[in-house]
């Protein structure tokens, strides 16, 4: 985010365009639509940093209220539809997939217990899809969302006061990132092999 001065921050967007949403409303925003923020100024001080979060809560809701497709988890399914009089039967000689494996799902935050948790997690909401679902609740018009419109935002104008964003992407997963350096870069084995 870049700022100006602290006071073109408290002005708002009164000096510039209509399409430019000032830090304060970019703020107020993000807020509104249940993300967490932790915002701080660069070294220089002429940019404002602003990272931000979506607590497992609010990932949930928004999934429900919009609908997201989401992996089945195989034994609960099983456990779910064996109960009740008309059981799936398993043929192996059709097909090596269980009847209850690949089934997606719009998901529901009263019964999350139907869902695959996602690997490393024990919820269904892999780093990914966080990744896509903050986006979304980001930049959607839906009720309970931002709606910012960050390619509007980010922009290469020549003028960097009327820049509301800078730059937008995902902070790396550390432990993910050492694991995968762990597996790609070694000594013991050449690159083409």
């Given at each position: 985010?870049?700022?100006?001065?602290?006071?073109?921050?408290?002005?708002?967007?009164?000096?510039?365009?209509?399409?430019?949403?000032?830090?304060?409303?970019?703020?107020?925003?993000?807020?509104?639509?249940?993300?967490?923020?932790?915002?701080?100024?660069?070294?220089?001080?002429?940019?404002?940093?602003?990272?931000?979060?979506?607590?497992?809560?609010?990932?949930?809701?928004?999934?429900?209220?919009?609908?997201?497709?989401?992996?089945?988890?195989?034994?609960?399914?099983?456990?779910?539809?064996?109960?009740?009089?008309?059981?799936?039967?398993?043929?192996?000689?059709?097909?090596?997939?269980?009847?209850?494996?690949?089934?997606?799902?719009?998901?529901?935050?009263?019964?999350?217990?139907?869902?695959?948790?996602?690997?490393?997690?024990?919820?269904?909401?892999?780093?990914?899809?966080?990744?896509?679902?903050?986006t979304d609740i980001i930049t959607s018009n839906r009720s309970g969302c931002a709606?910012?419109?960050?390619?509007?935002?980010?922009?290469?104008?020549?003028?960097?006061?009327?820049?509301?964003?800078?730059?937008?992407?995902?902070?790396?997963?550390?432990?993910?990132?050492?694991?995968?350096?762990?597996?790609?870069?070694?000594?013991?084995?050449?690159?083409?092999?």
């Amino acid at each position: 985010i870049n700022g100006a001065s602290a006071q073109d921050l408290e002005q708002g967007a009164s000096k510039y365009s209509p399409d430019h949403v000032s830090f304060t409303q970019i703020i107020e925003r993000l807020y509104q639509a249940g993300l967490q923020t932790s915002c701080f100024k660069s070294g220089d001080g002429d940019e404002i940093y602003i990272k931000l979060r979506a607590p497992l809560r609010r990932l949930a809701e928004h999934a429900a209220d919009s609908g997201w497709d989401m992996l089945l988890d195989p034994t609960a399914l099983r456990e779910k539809i064996d109960n009740t009089d008309a059981p799936i039967e398993d043929d192996h000689e059709t097909t090596p997939l269980t009847p209850y494996q690949c089934i997606y799902g719009s998901f529901d935050d009263e019964r999350p217990e139907l869902f695959a948790h996602a690997p490393g997690y024990q919820h269904p909401f892999s780093d990914l899809l966080r990744i896509k679902m903050i986006t979304d609740i980001i930049t959607s018009n839906r009720s309970g969302c931002a709606h910012l419109n960050l390619r509007k935002m980010k922009t290469d104008d020549a003028d960097p006061e009327r820049c509301s964003v800078i730059a937008y992407f995902p902070l790396h997963n550390r432990a993910l990132a050492d694991d995968l350096e762990q597996r790609w870069l070694t000594w013991k084995v050449r690159p083409w092999e």
